[in-house]
């Protein structure tokens, strides 16, 4: 029998951003600092190429990996960020392997840079053409603050910050401060036109910014949006927030505080995701500097032995994709899951011949006959949407197991609860 190589999936959270993005929100997660930080700040933070992120000491750029505790493994000096004077966070884009940055343009006017990659270099830096006020397809010459009428009102901050990517790269979130602007620091995004020429700034939206300061835009499956702010509400000082919305959707939700778990009477902000899981940077008094990063430790580390990969492997004894897609009491999917449902197609298309079962499974509140009824509607609710994208129906089983199979027994929290409120999706072996 031929060999498959593939890998075994318990919980999904190590396999894609969508699903640390939501372990993430819903604090899945603890938060302890680093024990790699240092006196001297650790910041600003991105993602980089291969799952890796990247933080600034000094003048220094380090890039580290995340180990299976999701500590940070030995940070590794990153050369070929080194000399392209950037300030703040950068936007990594694998598909075009280009950088888009932000860094001071000797004028006194901090504006995006964009570099390519070639021979494990960074090269081709040049400024980003962004349209003025008034829609041109002329091309802008000197600052693109200046043509645009983009000019600063708040002494001490000016230009284009922090910028992150939307769209699969052709939008760029960004933070500044403009006439146009609430009076701080606001959030605003670009989007590219063609010809090397970008959109002029447009802002995020009034149910994102704030009389406040916001900053550190960081979105997630264009459906998730992390930011920090200052706005009432919080914690004290900036707080991390999250908003959504759905993929066909242009307006933001009311943003939401990410809670205690995350935030402090401190400065807490900057989040950076990879497929693993999620840090951010806070200058907490918990730390070791005035800027440190933040990990995550496992709230059940008990299931930390289901999160491993299989190589090898002479049949596809164990594929088993665990799926946390429902509120309470609803049996359809929140669209920021569609990405997720989306890799679970590109593995079970690794098996043509495969016939799945696709369980549906709630949690203890309610009656058992109410249940089960419940677990079947949520298990044929994913098996339409898989069947719709191409997956035989012959190969499908829907079952409802209501809450006789909790992964998590006696749950008491609602984070615990979601985790039972779950679909499992697993080859059938004859």
């Known amino acids: 029998m031929r060999k498959l190589i593939y890998i075994v999936m318990m919980i999904a959270l190590v396999h894609n951003i969508s699903a640390a993005e939501d372990k993430f929100s819903e604090g899945k997660y603890e938060f302890i600092s680093s024990n790699k930080n240092t006196k001297a700040e650790e910041c600003p933070m991105s993602p980089y190429m291969k799952g890796s992120t ?14 299976m505790d999701l500590e940070l493994d030995t940070p590794i000096v990153c050369h070929e960020l080194m000399g392209l004077e950037i300030q703040g966070t950068f936007a990594y884009d694998k598909n075009a392997n280009k950088i888009y940055f932000s860094k001071n343009d000797g004028a006194g006017n901090a504006e995006l840079y964009e570099a390519s990659y070639m021979g494990e270099r960074w090269t081709d830096i040049k400024k980003l053409k962004i349209k003025g006020v008034m829609p041109s397809k002329a091309v802008i010459k000197g600052s693109s603050l200046a043509a645009g009428r983009w000019n600063h009102t708040v002494k001490g901050t000016t230009g284009f910050f922090n910028p992150s990517l939307g769209r699969g790269g052709r939008r760029i979130y ?11 620091r606001d959030l605003w995004y670009i989007d590219y036109d063609g010809d090397d020429l970008w959109s002029r700034p447009k802002s995020i939206g009034d149910s994102i910014n704030t009389a406040g300061k916001e900053d550190f835009a960081y979105v997630v499956g264009d459906t998730a ?14 707080d991390i927030w999250v908003s959504h919305k759905g993929r066909k959707d242009t307006t933001w939700g ?29 200058n907490r008094a918990s730390g070791k500097g005035k800027a440190d990063i933040y990990r995550p430790i496992w709230i059940n580390p008990a299931r930390e032995k289901e999160l491993m990969a299989h190589s090898t492997l002479e049949e596809p004894k164990g594929f088993n994709w665990v799926l946390f897609f429902f509120d309470f009491n609803m049996t359809s999917m929140k669209p920021e899951y569609e990405a997720q449902l989306d890799e679970l197609l590109s593995a079970m298309k690794e098996f043509p011949d495969g016939k799945f079962e696709i369980s549906g499974h709630t949690d203890s509140r309610g009656s058992a006959e109410y249940n089960l009824k419940l677990s079947q509607k949520r298990a044929e609710y994913i098996k339409d949407l898989l069947v719709k994208k191409g997956i035989d129906p012959s190969n499908l089983v829907a079952v409802g197991r209501g809450m006789t199979e909790p992964v998590i027994p006696d749950a008491q929290e609602e984070a615990e609860h979601e985790q039972n409120r779950r679909v499992d999706i697993k080859i059938i072996n004859e």
């Open 54 to 67: 990247v933080f600034f000491r000094n003048d220094t750029a380090y890039m580290f990996y995340p180990r």
């Open 174 to 184: 960004f933070s500044g401060t403009f006439l146009a602007g609430k009076g701080n």
């Open 225 to 238: 949006l992390y930011f920090a702010s200052t706005r009432e509400g919080g914690f004290g000082d900036m």
């Open 254 to 282: 009311a943003p939401v505080n990410l809670g205690d778990h995350i935030n402090s009477s401190a400065a807490d902000y900057n989040v950076a995701f990879n497929k693993v899981s999620a840090y951010f940077i806070s």
